[in-house]
C-alpha cells in the first residue's frame, strides 16, 4: 500500500497584494505527475485546504478539478479542515465527495464511526483511518474557560485526548472485521509541543483558549501506525516520531519560509511488515521569495543580481525541457548605517534599477525606521519619559527632516528650544501664549 501525505495548501492565498494562482497551478502539475508516477492508493490532506472560511470559486475549481483527477487515476482523497476552514463548508463535501471516491470531515461525527472509513488496495491490503479534523471548542462541548489559563490548557488537552482515544475505539471496531493486520492512521490539525514555527509568516495563527493551544504528542493513541498532521508549515517529525509528522506547505507562505524545502510525505507499508516506510519527495521551487537588505546601493546591486540568476535558471530550463521559474518576488529591508529613515522615493529608485517585469518588489521594510519605534516602545522611552526634545530629536530622522543639512537641522533645533522657553514662560505668564503662537507662526513659514 502506498500513501501520499499533504496539507495546509491554502487555496486562495495572497502574498501582499499577489494572487499565486501561477504557483497553485504550477503544484497541481507537479503533484498530478507525481501521482501518475507513484500510483498511490489514497492521499490523505490534514486541513487548511483553503486560505480562508469563504473560498473563491476559483479555489473551489481547482480543488474539485483535482478530485476528478484523482478518481480518472484510481487514487482515493481523504481531507479533513483545518483552523483556516469553514469545517461546515467542508462538511457538505462529505455526501459528495465520496461519489468522486473522496471522503471529506468537516466536523466531528457524533457517532466516531461515521468519521473511520477503510480503504483496501488491489492486493488486499487494508487501512483503517480516522478522520479528525480540526478541534475548536464547539466540537468539545463540555469545555469551560476557567480564569487559571492553564488549567484551561489542561482541560483542552484531555478533552482532545478523550476524542482521539474514541475515534481509536470505532477503529478497532472496524479493525476487528478483518483476519489480516492492517494500515492503522489518524489525522490531525494542531499544534504539538515541540514544533517548529516561523517567527513572522503570517500564516500560522496562534491556537489560544478557545480555538485550541498548543498539546502534547501524547495525545495521539500510541498503537496507530502513522498520524498524518496539518498546521505547522514546516515539514518535520513530532518529538522525535518518524511516523507522526507534519508534511508542511508545498510552497512558501511569506518570506520567512523562503529558504524551507517543501515536500510531499510518501507512505509504503505491507501487511507482512509492521513498520511503516516514510519517504519525503521535494517539490520544487516554482518561485523564488527573496529579501534583500541594505542600502540604497547593495539593494540595487541585489536586484540586478537577481534579474541575471533568473536570465541564467530560464535559459537552462529550457535547455533541459523543463517549466521556466516564475517571475522572482521581493521583499525590500532597508538598513544604512546613518539610522536615517528609507528615502521616500526609494521604491520609485529600485524599480528604475530593473530592466524587466521578472523581478517585483511586494514590499519595502524600514529596518532604521522600525528599530526608532522599538526604541520609542522601549523602557527608557516609555511615554511618561518622553520629552518635547526626545520626540523632536526622532522627528528630525523622519519625512522630509531627512534630507536637511546638518546647518538647517542645527536651526530647527534653535527654534524649537525657543518655542519650548515660550511655552514654559506661559505657564508662569497669562501673556504668554499669544507669543508662543506667533512664534509657532514664524516657525512654520
Known amino acids: 500500500m502506498k500513501?501520499?501525505?499533504?496539507?495546509?495548501?491554502?487555496?486562495?492565498?495572497?502574498?501582499?497584494?499577489?494572487?499565486r494562482t501561477d504557483e497553485f497551478d504550477a503544484f497541481f502539475a507537479w503533484l498530478n505527475a507525481l501521482i501518475e508516477r507513484e500510483r498511490p492508493d489514497g492521499i490523505v490532506v490534514a486541513g487548511d485546504l483553503f486560505d480562508n472560511a469563504t473560498p473563491s470559486n476559483h479555489s473551489v475549481k481547482t480543488f474539485t478539478d483535482w478530485l476528478a483527477f484523482c478518481k480518472e487515476q484510481g487514487?482515493?482523497?481523504?481531507?479533513?479542515?483545518?483552523?483556516?476552514?469553514?469545517?461546515?463548508?467542508?462538511?457538505?463535501?462529505?455526501?459528495?465527495?465520496?461519489?468522486?471516491?473522496a471522503f471529506v470531515v468537516g466536523i466531528p461525527s457524533k457517532d466516531p464511526k461515521a468519521d473511520v472509513v477503510t480503504l483496501t488496495t488491489a492486493s488486499g491490503e487494508v487501512a483503517v483511518m480516522g478522520l479528525v479534523p480540526f478541534l475548536s471548542r464547539s466540537t468539545l462541548p463540555d469545555f469551560e474557560i476557567t480564569g487559571d489559563a492553564e488549567a484551561s490548557q489542561r482541560e483542552v488537552a484531555r478533552l482532545m485526548g478523550e476524542h482521539y482515544q474514541t475515534v481509536r475505539d470505532a477503529m478497532r471496531d472496524v479493525e476487528a472485521q478483518f483476519a489480516q493486520p492492517v494500515l492503522r492512521l489518524m489525522t490531525g490539525h494542531c499544534f504539538v509541543t515541540g514544533g517548529t514555527v516561523e517567527a513572522d509568516d503570517g500564516v500560522e495563527?496562534?491556537?489560544?483558549?478557545?480555538t485550541l493551544g498548543e498539546v502534547s504528542d501524547t495525545i495521539f493513541p500510541q498503537d496507530v501506525d502513522y498520524v498524518a498532521l496539518g498546521h505547522l508549515h514546516r515539514a518535520q517529525k513530532v518529538a522525535g516520531n518518524p511516523t507522526h509528522r507534519y508534511s508542511g506547505t508545498p510552497l512558501p507562505m511569506s518570506f520567512s519560509e523562503s529558504e524551507?524545502?517543501?515536500?510531499?510525505v510518501i507512505l509504503e507499508w505491507l501487511?507482512?511488515?509492521?513498520?511503516v516506510v516514510v519517504t519525503q519527495e521535494t517539490i520544487p521551487n516554482f518561485r523564488r521569495l527573496v529579501r534583500l537588505k541594505g542600502d540604497e546601493s547593495t539593494l540595487i546591486d541585489g536586484l540586478k543580481a537577481l534579474e541575471a540568476s533568473l536570465r541564467e535558471a530560464r535559459a537552462l530550463a529550457l535547455d533541459e525541457g523543463r517549466p521556466a521559474p516564475l517571475p522572482t518576488w521581493v521583499e525590500v529591508h532597508y538598513t544604512s548605517s546613518t539610522e536615517q529613515s528609507a528615502p521616500l522615493d526609494l521604491r520609485a529608485t529600485l524599480e528604475r534599477a530593473l530592466t524587466t517585469q521578472d523581478v517585483s518588489i511586494l514590499n519595502i521594510?524600514?529596518?532604521?525606521?522600525?528599530?526608532?519605534?522599538?526604541?520609542?516602545?522601549?523602557d527608557e522611552m516609555q511615554l511618561e519619559r518622553l520629552t518635547p526634545a526626545k520626540v523632536f530629536e526622532e522627528r528630525l530622522k523622519t519625512g522630509s527632516a531627512t534630507a536637511w543639512s546638518d546647518e538647517e537641522k542645527a536651526d530647527a533645533r534653535k527654534k524649537f528650544q525657543f518655542i519650548l522657553e515660550l511655552i514654559e514662560a506661559e505657564k508662569r505668564d497669562d501673556h504668554a501664549p499669544s507669543v508662543a503662537s506667533d512664534a509657532l507662526d514664524g516657525v512654520a513659514q
Open 271 to 275: 501487511d507482512t511488515n509492521p513498520n
Open 75 to 101: 487514487t482515493k482523497v481523504f481531507v479533513v479542515a483545518g483552523n483556516h476552514d469553514s469545517a461546515a463548508f467542508l462538511e457538505a463535501f462529505r455526501a459528495l465527495g465520496q461519489k468522486a471516491d
Open 205 to 210: 495563527r496562534a491556537l489560544t483558549i478557545g
Open 365 to 378: 521594510v524600514d529596518e532604521n525606521r522600525q528599530r526608532r519605534q522599538d526604541v520609542l516602545m522601549s
Open 260 to 264: 524551507q524545502a517543501k515536500s510531499v
Open 3 to 19: 500513501l501520499l501525505h499533504t496539507s495546509d495548501w491554502h487555496l486562495g492565498r495572497r502574498l501582499y497584494d499577489r494572487l
